[in-house]
């Protein structure tokens, strides 16, 4: 049975970082996906990052500059490092798997890619 779980969350003010982490079980294939998604009160969720086993990397442009994300294939591991927090940033980021999986250069970080989906973890940035 694939899980993902999420940790991390927290209450930061403007301009400071948080990290995030997302560790996988039940992993049965050795090439998959992992994104990070977030969800905002009253909005849509919308993909944040994505990152795939061979290295392909994906993130969305409100993030460029600001988020990294990267991962610890040996213990099916994900990270999400936020910096340069907004107000705009506060959300319910969802961690997300699919397996098996190989992305695209560029590929768009789309739900119907994942079907592992994580509980989520709130992050709230205070002007």
């Known amino acids: 049975q694939v899980q993902v779980v999420e940790s991390g969350g927290g209450s930061v003010q403007t301009g400071e970082s948080l990290s995030l982490s997302c560790v996988g079980s039940?992993?049965?294939?050795?090439?998959?996906?992992m994104a990070w998604f977030r969800q905002a009160a009253g909005k849509e969720r919308e993909g944040v990052a994505q990152?795939?086993?061979?290295?392909?990397?994906g993130l969305a442009d409100s993030v460029k500059g600001r988020f990294t994300i990267s991962q610890d294939n040996a213990k099916n591991t994900l990270y999400l490092q936020l910096g340069s927090l907004k107000p705009e940033d506060s959300a319910t980021y969802y961690c997300a798997a699919a397996l098996p999986c190989q992305l695209g250069n560029g590929e768009t970080i789309l739900e119907r890619t994942y079907k592992y989906w994580g509980q989520g973890t709130q992050v709230t940035v205070s002007s």
């Open positions: 039940g992993f049965f294939d050795s090439r998959y996906c």
């Open positions: 990152i795939d086993t061979f290295g392909t990397i």
